[in-house]
Each structure stands twice: as structure tokens, then as C-alpha cells.
């Protein structure tokens, strides 16, 4: 079950502490237990297996606690605990602590070797919370942010509201911002080595409000997948870039795929679809994927990235060097282009052992024989010894920023689509 999920079914838990906090001068600490990935524990004992554990987990704490506390179960794997006269924070986290205790007992005795995750968010009543409704409330998100932050109890504060509303409130600002077109798409030149032209463009998606970011991509494409808004996302960025590949007459686009959108059982359906929807060619779009996105399930991941290389569209290994980088798995992905990561090539000319990865680096690509593309190009003596190593594709400040489409549109007069120029790219980052 998901910690951070708000459906507070809680009618059993809020008749328990109605009577618990109508009288003078009590306090009470509300502990939320949540057993993780109840799921396994079904799909491995069996149902009826898998209740009996969870009636001896509710069984434990109830002994450990009585007579001073009372347990309500809420769905498969959470508890309610309710403790009576709780001085502190700190004595609300012992209890905590022997309730630990209890679920590590009642897991040896059912001989399991399967680990298990729990997590406990504490409230205290009338300190955090003046009713049962926010008491509840306010120990979910404590649970919720223990999770986050990988600590097994969390006694509540305003920093957990913080962690774990904002993201939420962030999630459905983001996808207002769809909806209404408020996403900016800024595009990144991306040049010939041997000519200096325009070879295709990266696509930079960006989040601003009144010419300021409202998050940063790093936040935003990662809250969009855990969200489930990255479908959107993708969709929204193949749009922009595809219909700028086909207003400036094939201009080659890419568009950085997320691990989450490459294993999307719409991934392949979508592309397709938007490349008819904007009537480009395959050949116009390269998928830009990761190191790290592929070897989650990498022969899944090979298998669809063939089926689109197959019919035309163009593959990318993009930060190529940051991720994984096993040639195990790197001679197996279906791929036509490899790109660089710039922090390999913005310090290559005062660093000795950068200069022999990227020179390497070339080297395996052209073993392969994939097109290559350095990121992070900012000054001339850079680009020359790209040129000398047998790059074939720059990008970088020293061209050209990220640029609004109006400014791409003047970059191209000056430095027009060399159309014998393959590949491109258009990232979501």
C-alpha cells in the first residue's frame, strides 16, 4: 500500500478516538502502522496465510500495549494505535519502537525470510491536532514522510505536511499547466562538427510563470511519473517537437524518454501515433533513452526499441558514461546514436583522464558504428579537439543556448537544416 495515499476510510479509527479525546485534559498519541507490500505477503503464503499473520500482528501490539492502548485495523496492513497519557514525542516514539519489536516477533515466529517494510507516523492529541479527523491526518503523513525519508517512525510536524502535500498540490499545478499549454518548450541547436550547421534541435521542456521557473525539470518529469501525469508529458512534448519538425521542413527532433514512459504499454501506440498525427517522417525523430532506464527490464526495453528503430524512428543513448555502462548490455541496445554527458566534455581540456574517457568513448562508438554527440561544448579549444577525436555532433553554449521557437526560427536563417545531416535531438529534462 502507498503511504502517501489519502483515502482516509477511517469511520472504525475516528469512532475509536471520538471517546478517547471528548474527555478534560487527556492526551493521546495516534500511531499509524503500515505494513508495506501486503501484495508479496498474499502472492507467497496465500490469503488465508497472509490474514492469519496480520491477526497476530494486530494480537502483538494489542498485548504489548494493554492496558493503555487500543488497535483498529484499517484495510490490509495498516493499524490504528491509540495510547492514552503520553507525555512527549519522545515516549510516543518508544512505544513506537516496542511495537518494532513486536512485528520483528511475530515475523520470526512465522519462520518468514521474506523481508518486510514498516513504518510508523505518529500524532500527538491536543499538541499537533484538536480533533480525530486531523489527528488521523496528521499521522498518515507522518507515515508517509517516514517512508520518503527511509527512517522507520516519524513523530508529525510541519515539515511532514510540507514533504508530502506539496508534491501533491505541485502534481495538479503541473497538470493544469498541460492542459492550458503553459509548459514552455525551448529548443537547443544541435550543430555539424564538420560544417557547423544545423543538425537537428534538443527540445528542452520548461516550467514558468511569468518568465520564472516554477519548479525545476529535475522535480517536475520525476513528480509526472510518480503522479502517473508522465503519459501526458511525453504526448505533450512529442507534439511540440514534431510539429516544429514539420514546420521547419523535417527538422530532426528527439524526445528524451523516462524509464516509466519506455515500459508504458502505450509507449509504442503513442509514437506512432503522434508521427501520423503530425505527418513527419520516422526518420524526423530519435528517442533519447538512458543507461539507467533500460536495465530495469532491459529485454523488454530492447524488444520495443527495435520494433520503432525497425520502422524508421531514430534511438539515442543519451549521458552516455553516467549510468551502468556495460558493454554486456550496451552492445545489445537497438541504438543509432550515442550523446556524451557534458560533464565529461566541459572540463575535458583541463583534465587529462576526461579527455581519455571521451576519446574512448568515441572509440566504442565508432566500433559500433553510431553517430556521436557532445553535450556541454562552451569554447572553441573544446570543440577542436572534439573535431580532432572524430565527433561528429556538438551542442553547447558556445553555438547556442535553448532557445524560444521564435529565436529558432531566426537561429535557422543564419544557420539553416543541413539535410544531409542524421539524427538530432529533443529532450524532456
Known sequence: ????????????????????????????????????????????????????????????????????????????????????????????MLAAHKLMRVADGVMNDASLALKYKLNVGIALYPAQANDAESLLQSAQLAAAAARNREVPALVFDEACAAQIIKPWELAEAFARALDT?????????????????????????????????????????????????????????????????????????????????????????MVRSAIATWGVREASLTLEVTEGGLIANFDEAKQRLKKLRDAGVRISIDDFGTGYSSLSYFKKIPADELKIDKSFIMNMMNDVDDQHLVRTILDLAGQFKLDTVAEGVEDRATFVALAEMGCQYVQGYLFAPALSAEKLQEWLVRNPYERRAQGSGVAVE
Open 1 to 92: 500500500m502507498d503511504g502517501t495515499s489519502a483515502d482516509f476510510s477511517h469511520a472504525p479509527a475516528l469512532r475509536a478516538l471520538a471517546p478517547e479525546l471528548g474527555r478534560p485534559d487527556v492526551s493521546v498519541a495516534l500511531l499509524m502502522v503500515e505494513l508495506f507490500d501486503v501484495s508479496k505477503f498474499q502472492a507467497r503464503l496465500g490469503f488465508a496465510a497472509c490474514a492469519r499473520l496480520l491477526q497476530a500482528l494486530e494480537e502483538g501490539i494489542t498485548q504489548a500495549l494493554h492496558p493503555r492502548g487500543s488497535v483498529t485495523r484499517l484495510g490490509d496492513g495498516r493499524f490504528c494505535v491509540i495510547l492514552q497519557a503520553i507525555r512527549n514525542s519522545g515516549h510516543a
Open 181 to 269: 499549454g503553459e509548459i514552455s518548450m525551448f529548443y537547443q541547436p544541435k550543430l555539424s562538427v564538420s560544417t557547423e550547421q544545423t543538425a537537428g534541435v534538443e527540445v528542452l521542456m520548461r516550467w514558468l510563470s511569468n518568465g520564472k521557473p516554477v519548479a525545476t525539470p529535475d522535480v517536475f518529469i520525476p513528480l509526472a511519473e510518480e503522479s502517473g501525469l508522465i503519459h501526458a508529458a511525453t504526448w505533450y512534448a512529442f507534439s511540440n517537437a514534431l510539429r516544429l519538425a514539420g514546420e521547419c521542413g523535417g527538422l530532426p527532433v528527439a524526445v528524451n524518454i523516462t524509464p516509466g514512459m519506455l515500459h508504458h504499454r502505450e509507449f509504442i501506440n
